[in-house]
C-alpha cells in the first residue's frame, strides 16, 4: 500500500516538473498603428532628460528639482509602485510550495458512558503535537505563471506611470514658473504705466489750474490713471496665486505656503532663449520614449497574461501536501524517536462550475480590449500633443515677432503724438488711444511669451521629455 501512495507521488512530482512549460496565454503582439514615416521636421540632436535646463536659468532648475524631490504626486506614484512589488512577490509566491508550522497542546475529558460495557476508558487525555508540513499546487497549465508574468507587466507600468508622472511635475512646475515671471513683467509694466500717467496727471493738473485745459482732459487723465492701477492690482492678485500654486508643486508645508509663499526669481521672461525643438529619431522611437504609452502596452500585456490564467481553470489541479511532527500524550516525550509522525498525499481536483470560468474568461478577454483600446488612444493623444505642441511653437514664435514690431512702432507712436499734442496739433484723445494702445501690445507681447515657451516645454513634454544624459 505504501509502495503505491510513492507511485501516485512520483508521478504527481512528474507532472509538476514536466507540466510547467504549458501555458495558454495568447502571444502578444504589440497594436498595429499606422504611424507616419518620418518627422516633417526633423532634430539632429537628442533632448537631455533634464530638457528644463535648456532654459539656462539656475533658479528654475533648483525648483524642479526640489518639486521632484518632494511633490506629493510623485510620493504617492511611489507608493503605487511599492503596492505593486508586492503584489509581484504575493503571485510569485503561489509557485512555490507553501510551508507552515503548527503546535498544538490540550487536555480533554470523555464520558465513561461513551465507553462499551466491560472496556476500561480513560477518563482524561493529554495531546501534544509540534508539525512541519508544506502545500503545493502543481502549475501543470501555468495559471499561477501567468498571474506572476500579469503582475510584474503590472509593476512595470507603475513605474513608467510614475516617470509620466515625474515628467508632468516637471512640466507643471516650467509652466508655472514661467507664468510666474509673466505675471511679474505685466506688473511691472503696469506699474511703470501707472507711474507715467500719474506724472502726466500733476502736469495736467497743473495745466487745468492755470486754464490751459479743459476738465474733459483731466477726467480722461484721471481715468486712465486708475485703468492702470486696477490692471497693477489684478495683476498681483494672479502673481501670488501663481507662487502658490508653485509652492503646492513643490511640496512645501502648509505653513510655508501660508506665510513663506514668495518664490525666487530667476531670468526675466524676455531674457528666456526660445530656440525651437525637433523631435529626434522616427516617429516609432515615441512608443519607447514617452512613458505614458510604456504604462499603457504593460496593462495591455497584464491583460494578455490574464487571459491565459482564466483559460488554465478549465483544467484539473493537482495539488500536493507534506507533514513531519511529533505527537505524544506527555508533553515530555514529544520529542523522543517513537513520537514521530508523518503524512504525505496528494490531491486531484477537477472544475465542474464551467459558465463561471467561462463568465471569467470573458471578463478578462473584455479587459484585454479595453486595453487595446486605451492603448491605442494613448498613442493617438501622443502624436496629436506632438503635432500641437510642434505648431504651437512655430506660430506663436512668429506673434512673438509681430508684437514686438508692434510695440516698437507704438512706442514711436506715443512720442510723435505727445510731441504734436504739446504743440497743439493733436487731440488728447488721441494721445490717450495711442498710450492703450501700447499698453495692451505690451501686455499681448508677454502673453505671447509665455506661450511661446510653453510651447517649447508642450514639446520636451510630447516627445518623452528626454533620453539622453
Known amino acids: 500500500m505504501a509502495h503505491s501512495y510513492l507511485r501516485l507521488l512520483r508521478i504527481l512530482l512528474l507532472l509538476g516538473v514536466f507540466g510547467t512549460g504549458c501555458s495558454f496565454a495568447p502571444d502578444y503582439v504589440r497594436p498595429t498603428m499606422d504611424l507616419p514615416p518620418a518627422w516633417s521636421d526633423t532634430g539632429t540632436e537628442a533632448l537631455n532628460v533634464r530638457w528644463w535646463k535648456r532654459f539656462q536659468d539656475d ?45 498544538s497542546a490540550g487536555r480533554s475529558r470523555a464520558s465513561l458512558l461513551s465507553y462499551p460495557p466491560g472496556q476500561p476508558g480513560a477518563e482524561t487525555n493529554s495531546n501534544h503535537t509540534a508539525d512541519l508540513g508544506a502545500a503545493w499546487e502543481i502549475d501543470l497549465w501555468g ?11 503590472r509593476l512595470l507600468a507603475a513605474e513608467s506611470t510614475r516617470e509620466a508622472v515625474r515628467l508632468g511635475v516637471a512640466g507643471q512646475t516650467t509652466k508655472g514658473y514661467f ?26 493738473s497743473a495745466r487745468y489750474k492755470r486754464g490751459t485745459v479743459d476738465e474733459l482732459d483731466l477726467l480722461r487723465v484721471k481715468a486712465e490713471v486708475e485703468v492702470a492701477r486696477s490692471a497693477m492690482y489684478t495683476l498681483r492678485v494672479g502673481r501670488d496665486a501663481s507662487e502658490s500654486a508653485l509652492a503646492v508643486l513643490l511640496g512645501r508645508s502648509p505653513q510655508a505656503i501660508l506665510t513663506e509663499g514668495a518664490i525666487k526669481r530667476g531670468l526675466a521672461l524676455e531674457k528666456m532663449p526660445t530656440a525651437p525643438i525637433f523631435p529626434s529619431g522616427l516617429p516609432s522611437d515615441l512608443l519607447e520614449r514617452r512613458p505614458d504609452i510604456r504604462a499603457a502596452e504593460d496593462v495591455l500585456i497584464a491583460a494578455n497574461y490574464n487571459i491565459g490564467a482564466a483559460r488554465a481553470a478549465f483544467f484539473p489541479s493537482v495539488s500536493l501536501t507534506g507533514l513531519l511532527g511529533y505527537a505524544s500524550s506527555e508533553l515530555d516525550n514529544l520529542f523522543r524517536t517513537d513520537a514521530r509522525t508523518w503524512q504525505f498525499g496528494g490531491a486531484l481536483y477537477l472544475p465542474l462550475d464551467f459558465w463561471r470560468i467561462q463568465s471569467n474568461l470573458r471578463g478578462t478577454e473584455a479587459q484585454q480590449r479595453e486595453a487595446i483600446a486605451g492603448y491605442q488612444k494613448t498613442v493617438e ?18 506673434v512673438v515677432r509681430s508684437l514686438e514690431s508692434m510695440a516698437a512702432d507704438l512706442r514711436k507712436s506715443v512720442k510723435l503724438v505727445k510731441i504734436r499734442y504739446d504743440n497743439g496739433y493733436s487731440t488728447y484723445l488721441e494721445v490717450l488711444d495711442a498710450e492703450r494702445s501700447l499698453f495692451t501690445v505690451e501686455m499681448d507681447l508677454v502673453a505671447a511669451r509665455n506661450r511661446l515657451l510653453n510651447g517649447l516645454v508642450n514639446v520636451c513634454l510630447a516627445i518623452g521629455g528626454g533620453w539622453k544624459e
Open 179 to 204: 507664468l510666474l515671471r509673466a505675471f511679474d513683467l505685466q506688473e511691472s509694466i503696469a506699474r511703470n504705466t501707472l507711474k507715467t500717467r500719474e506724472e502726466s496727471l500733476r502736469i495736467y
Open 59 to 103: 533658479i528654475l532648475n533648483r525648483l524642479i528639482e526640489e518639486a521632484l524631490l518632494n511633490n506629493r504626486d510623485i510620493q504617492q506614484a511611489l507608493a503605487r509602485i511599492d503596492f505593486a512589488r508586492a503584489q509581484l512577490g504575493l503571485a510569485r509566491a503561489d509557485l512555490f510550495p507553501t510551508p507552515g508550522a503548527t503546535g
Open 143 to 153: 495559471r499561477f505563471r501567468n498571474l506572476d508574468a500579469a503582475a510584474a507587466a
Open 381 to 398: 493623444n501622443a502624436f496629436r500633443e506632438i503635432r500641437d505642441a510642434l505648431n504651437e511653437e512655430k506660430q506663436y514664435t512668429k
